[in-house]
């Protein structure tokens, strides 16, 4: 089975820099994608980056020029780094799996598999 475990994040002031690191470990032989979506305070959880593992990257607007997302296709690991945080990026940052057909994880079968969260902090 499947598991991600998610690691960085923490607290920073504006300006400066965080990361994040989403390693797949188990049956990773179906993953095609994965993803960083971020939900703040109020809000609706967003995508904020996503890569395939040919290595193309997406990004949400808010964060094309200031984050960077790669991935080791072997070890189904995907890293985000984030520079010129701002106050807005605070959030709890959520990992994401996608897989090329559903699997069977705890509860059923999905073709998508969440992390458990990093908080990130931004202040001034």
């Known amino acids: 089975q499947v598991q991600l475990v998610e690691s960085g994040g923490g607290s920073a002031q504006a300006g400066e820099s965080l990361s994040l690191s989403c390693k797949a470990s188990?049956?990773?032989?179906?993953?095609?994608?994965m993803a960083w979506y971020r939900q703040a305070p109020g809000e609706q959880r967003a995508l904020v980056a996503s890569?395939?593992?040919?290595?193309?990257?997406y990004y949400a607007d808010a964060v094309k020029d200031r984050f960077r997302i790669s991935a080791d296709n072997v070890k189904k690991t995907a890293h985000l780094q984030m520079d010129l945080l701002q106050l807005e990026d605070t959030a709890i940052y959520v990992c994401c799996a996608e897989f090329t057909t559903f699997v069977k994880l705890e509860g059923g079968y999905f073709n998508m598999l969440w992390g458990q969260g990093i908080q990130v902090t931004v202040s001034r």
């Open positions: 188990g049956d990773v032989a179906k993953i095609k994608a």
């Open positions: 890569i395939d593992m040919d290595n193309t990257p």
